[in-house]
């Protein structure tokens, strides 16, 4: 199975960039990454997601490396709403999705 | 406008009696999931259907049963509820190889 580690928690300051890393270092080659966020008692909400390149949205970037072993999601102007758990979930199979532990993100103004 | 909705948003139940929470959907993927998240946990799939084939996790209890019989709606039941079932149930969908998009839970409480 590819799982994937991330850190528990971190903070970021208002305004500034949130760079939260992800670590799958067992992930196939026709796996793609997700992040999703989850605000407490809400159901989680879809940020972006990658292949191997790296992937830009409204809400954030996604930098994958080159070896697809870990990819780091960027929040590049964070708010106090982007407080938040963040997962990265790798796609085992079709049809599964099994989440992490998250990063709890906290954004102080 | 609410693509996946989940119903009640909180459902109380008593200690053994049966409860069914459910989960429809207006996008008419073909996938559907369920998760149970607890209190500062992740959430954890419990099962999926692929159209109407049943995956069912390795770890999922025998007291917890789905039913899809139609591509918008899907059932979780749990059969016998105990305190330890308490709990967020997420309900997702998407289309095959797609990324799914979450109701916004039932909060279960058993007394």
């Known amino acids: 199975d590819a799982k994937t580690t991330q850190p528990p928690s971190m903070d970021c300051a208002e305004g500034r960039a949130a760079n939260l890393p992800c670590n799958h270092s067992?992930?196939?080659?026709?796996?793609?990454v997700y992040w999703y966020r989850q605000i407490h008692s809400q159901g989680p909400q879809y940020i972006i997601h990658g292949l191997k390149n790296n992937e830009t949205n409204e809400m954030a970037s996604l930098i994958i490396t080159e070896d697809r072993k870990s990819s780091t999601l960027i929040l590049p102007h964070a708010t106090l709403r982007d407080t938040a758990v963040y997962y990265c979930?790798?796609?085992?199979?079709?049809?599964?999705?099994?989440f992490g532990a998250g990063t709890r993100l906290t954004v102080k103004p | 406008d609410a693509m996946v909705i989940q119903n009640p948003r909180y459902q109380v139940t008593q200690f053994g009696k049966p409860v069914t929470l459910s989960c429809s959907q207006t996008l008419n993927h073909n996938v559907m999931y369920w998760y149970q998240q607890k209190s500062s946990q992740a959430p954890k799939l419990l099962f999926h259907?692929?159209?109407?084939?049943?995956?069912n996790e390795a770890d999922t209890p025998d007291n917890f049963q789905s039913r899809r019989p139609n591509t918008s709606f899907c059932f979780l039941d749990i059969r016998s509820p105990g305190l330890g079932d308490a709990a967020m149930y997420l309900c997702?969908?998407?289309?095959?190889?797609?990324?799914?998009?979450f109701g916004s839970g039932t909060q279960l409480s058993v007394l």
């Open positions: 067992t992930i196939s080659g026709n796996e793609y």
């Open positions: 979930i790798v796609r085992v199979d079709n049809n599964d999705m099994r």
């Open positions: 259907y692929y159209d109407k084939d049943f995956n």
């Open positions: 997702a969908t998407s289309l095959r190889d797609g990324r799914p998009f």
